[in-house]
C-alpha cells in the first residue's frame, strides 16, 4: 500500500519561507507524477504545483516564481519551496501522486493526510 507522508508546515511571517516535504512509501514504488494541492479555510482544494518523473513542472498562477517543486527520484520524495509567503497561502498543504503530472485531483490516486501552513501577517 502506498502511503505519503508530509512534513515541514508551521507558521511563518508574511514574506517568510519554509519547505514542505513529502515522502512516498514503499520507496521502490515508482510514482511518476507527484504533486502539491492546498486547501483554505472554507475553500475547496485546489492545485499548486506538479512535478513529473523526468523533472517537468506545472505551477498555479497565483505561486508562479515564489514557489519551486522538486523531487529526488531515489529516494522517493517531492518537495515544496515556498518564498515571499503570503497570509493567503495559509492552508493545510496536500501531497498526492498519480498516473501523470496532472493539476486536477482526478489525476491522482493517492495522498498524502496535509500538513498545516499559517502565514500571520
Known amino acids: 500500500q502506498v502511503q505519503l507522508v508530509e512534513s515541514g508546515g508551521g507558521l511563518v511571517q508574511a514574506g517568510g519561507s519554509l519547505r514542505l516535504s513529502c515522502a512516498a512509501s514503499p520507496r521502490t514504488f515508482s510514482i511518476n507524477g507527484m504533486a502539491w494541492f492546498r486547501q483554505a479555510p472554507g475553500k475547496e482544494r485546489e492545485f499548486v504545483a506538479a512535478?513529473?518523473?523526468?523533472?517537468?513542472?506545472n505551477y498555479a498562477d497565483s505561486v508562479v516564481g515564489r514557489f519551486t517543486i522538486s523531487r529526488i527520484n531515489a529516494l522517493n520524495t517531492v518537495y515544496l519551496q515556498m518564498n515571499s509567503l503570503k497570509p493567503e497561502d495559509t492552508a493545510v498543504y496536500y501531497c498526492?501522486?498519480?498516473?501523470?503530472?496532472?493539476?486536477?485531483?482526478?489525476?491522482?490516486?493517492?495522498w498524502g493526510k496535509g500538513t498545516l501552513v499559517t502565514v500571520s501577517s
Open positions: 512535478i513529473s518523473r523526468i523533472l517537468s513542472t
Open positions: 498526492a501522486g498519480g498516473r501523470v503530472a496532472g493539476t486536477t485531483e482526478d489525476d491522482m490516486d493517492y
